[in-house]
């Protein structure tokens, strides 16, 4: 009996779907949350990460490209502990580390308290963002 692991093409292509993935359902549900569309919201990330005035598309760019980071990092760390079927877990313990981390950022960035974003944004970080991301890599993310 052979068992083969997939190899890290394969994988790093299951995670960047799953970071697409989470990052669509958690806009969707900060677009519903907030009354906001999502240009409103990459305009926010946009002027977060780089500053004010700068254009929606580099919020939208820079919200993908860090849903694939968490997502990358998700499945690296998880896999390594073999704890992907766990996606329920890790959905829990992955949302609350990238929500603490995020908001430490914004919070080193802008200036913010840390600890009401952490708080209000656990609900979005853990069901909306990271259960997708856990529950599509639990399934593609077998051995062959």
Known sequence: MAVQARSTTSLLGQAIVAGVIGGIVVDAFLSLVMHASPIGIWTFVAATAVGQG???????VVHFVISIV??????YAFGALGQLKNWIVGAIAWGIVVDAVMNLL????????????FAQGLLAHIVFYAAPVTFYLARTSRTA
Do not use: F, H, R, S
């Open 54 to 60: 700068t254009p929606w598309i580099i919020g939208l």
């Open 70 to 75: 968490w997502a990358i990092l998700y499945l």
């Open 106 to 117: 914004i919070t080193l960035k802008v200036g913010a308290p840390w600890w009401p974003g």
